[in-house]
C-alpha cells in the first residue's frame, strides 16, 4: 500500500540532552511523516525551537541542534500531502499567550472540527493555519480555567475525534490521548527522566525503557513534580486503529501495547490458513508486507524469497523528469527478479490495497518478468469505507473495494487468485480483544459520528488542494 | 546617518496586472526595508502570497510571481534590526476569519501595544508574532460590527500612534491612516485601477499618476464601487515625520503632498545661510547628504565635489570576515579621494548625527586621505530624544546630543567647526506649516503620549533580541 | 559490512530519450556510488551536460533533464570517501580538444597512475583534478594516432590495473573494459539503440534486455555504424571482482554474467553446510546480509526472522548532532526486535567483517536487546589484504583478520561463535570458474603487480585527505 | 553606457592577513565583474582556495574566510555576459603540476589564442574552460626552462593581445603586464608587504600606500627574496586603454598613474567648452555621468541637479518577472525626477554610447517627466569599431555610430542636440601623451594585429553563447 496519513509526536521531561533525545526519536518515527518537522524545546525560563519543511536529516543541522537548550521539549513529523503542504503548517504550533510561550505537537484528526472552528471565530479567533492544532490551542487559551493543565483537562471533552497530543509549558510537557484511544502514545523511562513517543521504536536509541501505552482518555503530566496521571471519569468504547499493526507502525514498536512484529507476522499465519491456493514461494512486497510473508512462509511451507527489490535512493523526492507515467515510478522503486521469478508460479503478500492502481501496475511488472501464476495474499479484509480519524484514504468511490466485488478485483489487478485475510483472522491476529479496534475502514461503522462536518470537511481540505497558499 | 526604522507598504485595485504593480513599487520602497518582503493578491474568490525573507530581488522569482493572480492585492518591505529578524514577522500578515483571508501591511509603531496585547490575552487571544499589526487584525476580528469596514472603524479609535496601514479582503482593498498622519500614505491612479503607497516614487514604475496624499486620520476604501473616502469626525492636532524629509524618503518621491528633492535642497540652502565658516569645496556624505549639500553648494557659491565614494555592493550582506572593527564596515562603504580632497579645506554635508560614532570614523578617513580644514553642516538640529513612533533611534544616553553639547559633539567627531541647522530653518525648508510637524526628537515634545507603556515595550524588545526565536 | 570504494557508470547510443535513460540507470545504479553523479549527452554536433555533489534525486531535477538533448550520452555515480569529496572530481570528465568535446566515465583503480603521471607531466601536461580519469584522458589526447578510437587502442595497453570505461565523442559511445574484467560492465539492448551500464539492474528500468557482459579487455564501438567490438589480441589472466558478488552489487542485477540473487544465496548455503552451530531463528544483518541469510535459513532449516530493521532515513546526510559516539549512528541506522530475538539464540549473517568494530557494535547491541547465544556466519573468508584494485578496504594493520584469528575475532566481536565460508565454497557458489576470480583481499595474491606505485598512492590520498581543497 | 567586458586582479605578498586583504581588494575591484570570485592563499607548504558564482558578499563567508590561510595570494572578479556564465570559468585558474599548485589571474583579452590553443592541442594539450588564463598556463608548463619565472618570461613574448597578469606559485607572486599596457594594474605598500590591484582604490581599504604603475611588459617577481622588476629588452608602442578613464575605473582610482576622478572631470569641462547649447541645468546619467557632468557645470556655468535617482536594488539579479520589454528594467533602475525637470530645458551628460537603444529609453522617459529641450553632451567620441583587447563592444554593425552620422543619432535617440567629445579634447583631458593611448574603437587603428583569428574568436564565442554548458 501507498500513502496514508498520519504523523509522530515525542516528548521528553527532565533530561538535559532533551533536544537530542527529540531528535533521535524524530529520526525513529520518520516513516509517520517527511513532509515536514520540528522540535521546541525549554528550561522554563527560556525556550528555543527549529523547524522546516523534509525530512529530520535536512532540517536539523548540528549549528542548529546546539541552539536547543533545556530539559524539557516536544517534537512533530509531519505527513505530506500532495499540494497542501506550506511551511506555515508545520508542528509543533506554537503560540504566546501573556507573555508565556506554549505549543502542541498533535497525531489525529478531529471530527468535529468545523463547528468548533465556526464557533470561536464568532468569538474572534483569526486563524494562520488549516491545522485542528490551531483550534485546540484557541479552545485551551480561551478557557476560564487558572492552570495550563485545568484548562486542558477543561476543553478536551468538547474534542472529539482522533488526537494523540504532546503539550509543551514553560512548567513541563502533558501528553493527552482521545478516550477512544485511536492513535498509539506510549510512556518511556529514561536514564534520567521520562519520554512519550507515538512508537516504542523512538525509545530504543535513546536508552529508553518502555513503561506502558497511555490508556483511553488519559491525560499525564511531567513536570518537575514527577509524573501525574489523570484518567477520565467514564470511558467510552475503545477504538484503536488496527491500521497501526497492518501497515503504519516499525516492525521494532510496540503500539498499544503489543509487538507490531508478532502482531504482522500472525497477520501472516492466519492469511496461510485461509490461503487455499499454492505456488514455488512467497514473495513480499516490500517493505510492507515483508514480515506477514515470513509468517505466511513459515505457516505454509514455503520457501520465503526477497523477488522483488527496493531501490532506497528512490524517495518522495523523486520528481520524475519523464512525466509519462505514474507507472514508472512505481517500476523503478520495486524491481522483479528475472533470474528468481521467471518461470515461477508465485504467492505475493501485500499489506492491503487502497485504489487498486499501484497493485495493477505491480502485477503487470511480475509477469513482464516471467512470472507464471500470480495468486496475492493481502493481510486484511477489503477497504470500502474512508476513515475519518486520520488516514489518508480516499472516499468509497476510489477505493476499488468500495465499488467491486473481490472476483471483480482480481480480474482488475491481474492476478489468478486473490484472497483478503477475513475480519475475525485479522482481530485473532492481535492479542488486544477485537471489539476494542476501530474498522470503520472495512465495516462502514464509525465508532464516533462523523456525519456530515467530517465529510464536508475532508472534502473542504480536497478542494482547497487545489488553491495556492 | 545609518539605520533608522521604517518599513514601506502598497496596495493596487482594479488592475490584472496588480501583482506586477506591487512588485515594482516594492522595488521602487526597498530604501525602507530591506530584511524581508511579501505580496498578497486575489480576486474575491482565490488569494495567493508570497514572501520570505531578503530583497525584492531575492524573494520574487519569476516562478512566484506567475503565481500571484488577481486584480488587486498588497505588499510590504520591512526594516531590518539586528537579531529581531525573524521569517514569521514578514508581512503582509494574513488571517483566515470564517473562511475568508484577511491581511494587513503596516508601517509605524503603536504606542498602547502592550495595553492592547494584554486585554485581548485576556480574552484568549493567542499570539504568534511580536508585531503590533497581528494585534490590530486581532481586534479587528473581535469587532461586534458586522462589515469589514465597520470593523476597522470600530478598532481603530482604539489605537494609539504612527500607523499607515493597506488591508486585504476579499472585497478589495482599505488604506488608513492614524489621525496625527505621522506616516505617509499616497493615493495614485493607474491607468486602469488605482494604488497607494508609501512614496510617490513608487507609481513612476507602474505608470501611475500623483493624486494626493492621505488625509491624517483617513480610511480609504477602494472596491469594486470605486474610491470611498471616510474622514474622522473630529481632527486632533497633526503630526507627520519631518524626517521623512531629512532622511528616509527618496529624492524622487513626494510625501506627505510635498517633494522631498526640493525639501531637502531647501535644507541645504538654508543651511548654507547659517554657515560661518568656508572651504575649496562642499562634499556631501553620500547619499543622504547629497542633495542638501548642492543646494548648499549652490547657495554658498563654493563647487560641488563628490570627493568620498560610495561602494554599492557593500550592503547589510557585508559580514565582515575580519571583525575586527566596525571602522572598516564604514571605510569599505565610503571612500575619500585623496587626490580631490588632498591639501583641502572642505565642508562636509550630513544629514543628521545620531550616535556620533559613525561621524567621528568618517572625519578620520577624511583626515587620512589628507583634508586640512574639516567643516561639517548637519541638515538638521541635534537629535536629542528617542522614537516611539517608528524610528529606531536609541535612547537619550546613547544620542550624542542628548547628553553633549554641540562644542563638545565638534570636538568628539573631531571637525574644525559643527553646524546644525536651526529649527526654524528646518520648519522653514518645507511649504508644510512647520506646526503640523512631530519633532519630538529635537525638542522632547511628543504629540502622543507614550509613556511607561512605550518605553517599556521598546526596553522589553531590545531585550528581547538576546533571546532566541 | 560498512563502506567500500566502487562506482557505477553507464552509456547509451541511438535513443532519442537517452538523457532519461542515462538518468533511470544512474538511479538503479546508486548503491554503487552517492557522493556525485554526472550525465553528458550530445548529437554529434551539440552536446550538453549536468552534474552535482549529491544523489540522482537531488542533481537532476525536471528543468536540468530538459536541457540534456541527443540520441547518445554518458553517466555517471561516484562513491564517497570522507574528505576526499570535491566538486572538480565530479564525472563524468569532460574535456575539449580541437573543438570538439570527449568525455570519460570511469570505474576502476590504476595501480600505474603515478608513473603514468609523471611521465605526463614532464610533457608539461597540468591537472585540475586527482582523478586516474584525467590520466586517461591525456594519455588518449596525445596519442599520434589519427581517430579517437586509435587513439583509445593506442594507449589502453599501457595503463594497468581495473577500468571498466565509457567514452563520449561527437561520433558516439565507446565502452571498455580492463584485460582481466575486474569490474562489470554488460551490455544490454533497447527498444531503439544499445545501452551498457555496471550491473543489469540499470536495464531493467529502461526496459532494455540483456544481451552479454563485455570480455575481458574488450573495446565496443557504437555509433552510427553500429556496434563493432574489438577484441585484444593476447589474454591474460582473468581476474573478475568476488565483492561484486559478496557486497557491491544489486540482488536484482547480474555481473559478469551470473545472477548476483542466485550467487549469494548460493553462499548462503554453502556456508549453511559449513556451520556446525545452531539457534532458534536465523537473522541477516540488513540488508546485504538478507540473501545469503535465505539462502542459509533453507539448508539449514531454521526459520528466517527480520529481528533487525534497517532506518532507510538515515543516510549519508546523517551528521550526528550528538557527536558523542560512531555507535550511536551504527545504532540508530539498525535495531534490533526485542520482542523477536529477546531470550532467544541466534544466528546472524553477515556478508564480510572489514575492521569489525562495526560488527562488534551490533553484536553488543543485540546482547542489550536480550539475544542468549549469538552465533555469527559471514558469507566470504577474512579479508586479510588491502585492495589496488577499487575496493576501499584500508590497509592490512586496520584488517582485523589481517592481524587476528577467526578465535581472536570471534573474542573480539563478542559472538559465541564465528564461522566464515571457506575459500572453496566461496568459489563453488558462483558457476564462473574460480580460478577467473581476482581473490587478493583474501590471500594476498595480486594478479597485477603493485608494489610501491600503488601503495605509495593509497598512502597520498589517505594524506590528502587531511589537506585543503 | 552599459556593460563592458572587463575583471580586476589583485595579489598580495608577505602579510600574514593575506586572504583578508585580497578579499578586501575584490570588494574595491567588485565594479569590474560581478559574474563570479575567487581567492587562493597560501603559505609555501600549503595552499589553499575559495571561489564561486555570485558577488564577493555572497561567496566568501566569514566560515569559508577562516580556511584562507598564508602569507600571499592572489584573487579575481569576473565580468558577466549573459549566457556564458559557468562556475567552470571561475578564476583564479588553478592547476597542480608535479606535485605543486599553481593560478593565475587575469585580466584582458588575447588576439592570438586560437592559433596558440590549436597548437598546444596538436602536442596533446586537453582544455576543460574556454578561458585565455587556460591556454597561458599550459604554455607556461610546457615550457622548458627550468624555474617558474624562466618559464613565464619565456612563454610570455608569445601572446599578443591585451592581459594583466597576477601568477600564484608555492615561492610567491608573480604580476605581469602586456607590452602594449592595455590594462592597468599598479603597485602598493602595506604596512607588511606588497600588493598588486587592478585599481589603486583596493589599496585604500587595506591600508596600503600606492607606488606606482607597472611599466609596459614589466614583469614584477615578489617573493621572500623581496621585489625584482624584470623589463622588456625593446619597447613596443604603448597602447591603454582610454576607456579606463571613461567609464570603468572608479573615480577614487588611479589607473595608468593618474587620477580617475581628474580626468573624468576634465573630460566634462572640456566637454563644455565644446557644448553650443545651453539649458537651465546640468544632469548627470548616473552613476558614470555624474564627475563630468560637476566638470561640466563648473566649466560652463550652469546649476548641477541630480534630476535621476538610480535604485542601487536593481542589480544583475533583477530578472524581470515582467518580462515585457528591457524598457521597465532601464526604468525602474534610473528614475527621473518630475519636480526637477518638469517644464525645463536641461543638459543631460552621458560617458559613452554603445548601441544608442538605452540612451534613447532614457530620453523618452525624461519627456515623459515633462523636460522641454534636452541636450545630451557624450565625453567621448563616437564609438564606431569593436575591440579585440577586453571591451564587450558589439561589431560595428550594433554600434549606433558604425552606422549613423552624429545628425542622425541624435533623431534616433531624441535629443534636441547631441554634442560627442572631440578625439582632441579627449586626449587633452588626461595628462598621460595622447598617443600613448588606444583609440582603436574611435578610430578602427587597431595597435596590435588582431585579424581574422580575433574576429573568429568573437563571433565563436557569441554563437557559443547559444549552446550549453
Not at 487455499?276 to 512462509?297: K, L
Request: proline share 5%.
Amino acid at each position: 500500500m501507498e500513502l496514508k496519513e498520519n504523523c509522530g509526536i515525542t516528548g521528553v521531561y527532565g533530561n538535559k540532552k532533551a533536544a537530542e533525545i527529540i531528535h533521535s526519536a524524530l529520526f525513529s518515527l520518520q516513516h509517520r511523516g517527511q513532509e515536514s518537522c520540528g522540535i521546541i524545546t525549554g528550561s522554563g525560563k527560556n525556550h528555543s525551537s527549529a523547524m522546516g519543511m523534509g525530512l529530520v536529516s535536512d532540517v536539523f543541522k548540528p549549528a542548529c541542534m546546539k541552539t536547543l537548550r533545556g530539559h524539557f521539549g516536544i517534537g512533530h513529523v509531519r505527513y505530506s500531502t500532495t499540494g497542501s503542504s506550506s511551511p506555515k503548517n508545520i508542528q509543533p504550533f506554537i503560540a504566546e499567550y501573556r507573555g508565556k510561550t506554549y505549543a502542541i505537537s498533535h497525531n489525529g484528526n478531529l471530527v468535529n472540527s468545523t463547528s468548533l472552528r465556526r464557533s470561536l471565530e464568532k468569538r474572534g479567533s483569526i486563524f494562520r493555519t488549516s491545522l485542528d492544532t490551531e483550534i485546540i490551542m484557541h479552545m485551551i487559551m480561551m478557557s476560564r480555567k487558572e492552570s495550563f493543565i485545568e484548562k486542558i483537562l477543561d476543553v478536551l471533552p468538547e474534542i472529539k475525534g482522533a488526537f494523540s497530543l504532546v503539550f509543551f509549558s514553560p512548567e513541563g510537557i502533558v501528553a493527552a490521548k482521545d478516550p477512544w484511544s485511536f492513535r498509539p502514545l506510549c510512556l518511556g523511562k529514561l536514564e534520567e527522566g521520562y519520554m512519550v513517543a507515538s512508537e516504542s521504536c523512538a525509545f530504543d536509541f535513546a536508552g529508553a525503557s518502555y513503561i506502558r501505552e497511555l490508556e483511553p482518555g488519559e491525560v499525564l503530566v511531567i513536570d518537575g513534580k514527577g509524573i501525574k496521571s489523570i484518567l477520565p471519569e467514564k470511558r467510552v468504547r475503545t477504538a484503536r486503529c488496527i491500521f497501526e499493526f497492518i501497515y503504519f507502525a516499525r516492525p521494532d514498536s510496540r503500539v498499544f501495547g503489543e509487538s507490531v512484529y508478532h502482531a504482522r507476522k500472525k497477520l501472516g499465519e492466519n492469511l496461510a490458513k485461509e490461503f487455499p491456493h499454492t505456488g514455488e514461494m512467497v514473495i513480499p512486497i516490500p517493505d510492507s508486507g515483508s514480515i506477514s510473508a515470513i509468517g505466511f512462509s513459515q505457516k505454509k511451507g514455503l520457501p520465503f524469497e526477497m523477488g522483488i527489490v527496493r531501490n532506497h535512493y528512490v524517495g518522495r523526492t523523486f520528481i520524475q523528469p519523464l512525466q509519462e507515467s505514474r507507472e514508472k515510478s512505481v517500476r523503478i522503486k520495486l524491481n522483479p527478479i528475472k533470474e528468481v521469478i521467471g518461470g515461477k508460479d508465485i504467492v505475493v503478500i501485500e499489506d492491503s490495497i487502497v485504489r487498486g492502481t499501484t497493485s495493477r501496475m505491480r502485477i503487470t511488472d511480475l509477469r513482464k518478468s516471467g512470472a507464471k501464476k500470480i495468486y496475492m495474499g493481502v493481510s486484511c479484509p477489503p477497504i470500502r469505507h474512508p476513515c475519518f480519524y486520520g488516514i489518508d484514504f480516499p472516499d468509497s468511490r476510489q477505493l476499488i473495494a468500495g465499488k467491486k466485488s473481490v472476483k471483480e478485483i482480481e480480474k482488475e489487478i491481474g492476478v489468478d487468485g486473490l484472497i483478503y485475510l477475513s475480519m475475525e483472522s485479522m482481530l485473532a491476529s492481535i492479542r488486544l480483544p477485537g471489539e476494542e479496534f476501530c474498522t470503520a475502514c472495512f465495516t462502514g461503522e464509525y465508532p464516533v459520528p462523523c456525519g456530515s462536518q467530517a465529510r464536508l470537511k475532508k472534502e473542504r481540505f480536497e478542494t482547497g488542494r487545489r488553491g495556492k497558499e
